[in-house]
């Protein structure tokens, strides 16, 4: 073959492959508005892991698939790149201010997302329930102080659904006005948990300590006081966004101090979820009788699903009585799972799966999951 005819080769290709082109974005397009509707979040790795995997075997010459498989990373890069231009708007509910760490959870998972601020919970909660924003992205447990019993209420009330599970680490830090030596600090303002979480800094200092709503707002009112005798104990993120200085870095007691952040929306994920790494999120009630939780357990045992977490929580309208919290490893739509959640409705007068997630994500930088 000659030049000419190579050419005329390679252009018949490219025409071949920009038709493709269009059909494979418009493919993507849809993709996005899917994850878009459900609180998905853009990057995937392991779903980008697999995909190169499986597909690079479809070029048998070893020469060649090492390049096959940089032209498939790169028209991926460029799928994401047109999917963040289709998710641009997506409104994104989240508790607290701008700099709390509800609000740099919200800007890591969706880095394209408009973020919304709502007073509490309930109302960044609401928000999604009313449409006024498309997802919500609150936290569900600290690794130090435990649940935050207040969204696990709203899952159990609420009809919204979990479709990503997020772990963010919690470093905490001293901020104050800038050229403040710690010497001078008497005071330190920050959330209930966060005062807990470094209570032993606070008390080889000597400090003061004042509860606020949370760290933001404590890094709000040093800024705005500008007493230098005062600071707050918050991340890094928000001593740049207030304009403080960084005093002191990891105060925090635990050095494993992590939060779970969860993505609720108002449809439901219906994609695969691997054996090896999915689980969903269960909610139940038991009857009022001697072996009542024991049975539903044994009913979820009995079906080879383990569970990681189980936990109760008073109901409010019905003193004395609880409801209970469980994560489960495993497919609840799989047969085994249709039949084990057949089995726990005649066991549990009340029975919900409020969310599905393969394993939970760090989310540390720039909004990818690592």
């Known amino acids: 073959m000659d030049l000419q005819e190579s050419r005329e080769v390679i252009r018949q290709v490219d025409e071949e492959m920009a038709k493709l082109f269009v059909k494979r ?94 007073p509490s919970f309930e109302s960044a909660y609401e928000a999604v329930e009313k449409g006024e924003c498309d997802v919500a992205v609150l936290p569900i447990e600290n690794s130090f102080a435990g649940e935050v019993g207040q969204v696990l209420d709203l899952m159990f009330s609420g009809d919204l659904y979990v479709n990503g599970v997020y772990d963010l680490s919690i470093n905490q830090n001293l901020l104050g006005m800038p050229g403040t030596d710690i010497s001078k600090i008497r005071t330190v303002y920050s959330h209930p948990q966060a005062i807990s979480q470094c209570r032993s800094y606070i008390r080889k200092h000597g400090f003061d300590a004042v509860s606020m709503a949370n760290t933001a707002l404590a890094a709000q009112k040093v800024a705005q006081d500008g007493d230098c005798s005062t600071a707050a104990i918050a991340s890094e993120e928000t001593a740049d966004l207030y304009g403080l200085q960084i005093l002191d870095h990891d105060i925090n007691e635990s050095k494993v101090n992590t939060t779970r952040f969860a993505v609720f929306s108002r449809v439901e994920t219906k994609m695969a979820i691997r054996k090896d790494a999915g689980a969903f999120l269960l909610l139940f009630t038991v009857k009022d009788e001697a072996g009542g939780l024991a049975k539903a357990v044994n009913v979820i045992s009995a079906y080879n699903f383990n569970m990681r977490v189980l936990r109760s929580r008073p109901m409010k309208d019905l003193p004395w009585h609880y409801y209970f919290y469980a994560e489960v490893e495993g497919d609840d739509s799989s047969e085994n799972g249709k039949r084990m959640i057949s089995a726990l409705r005649g066991t549990c007068p009340g029975l919900k799966v409020v969310g599905r997630y393969t394993a939970t994500s760090n989310i540390q930088q720039g909004g990818e999951t690592i």
């Open 25 to 118: 974005m418009e493919a993507v397009r849809s993709v996005a508005a899917y994850k878009k509707e459900r609180g998905l979040p853009i990057e995937d790795k392991e779903q980008e892991a697999r995909v190169i995997k499986g597909r690079s075997a479809l070029v048998e010459d070893p020469e060649l698939r090492s390049f096959y498989v940089n032209f498939l990373q790169d028209t991926m890069d460029v799928s994401k790149r047109w999917q963040h231009y289709l998710m641009e708007g997506l409104r994104v509910a989240y508790s607290g201010v701008e700099g709390a760490f509800a609000h740099i959870a919200a800007g890591r998972i969706f880095p394209d997302g408009e973020l919304e601020s709502y």
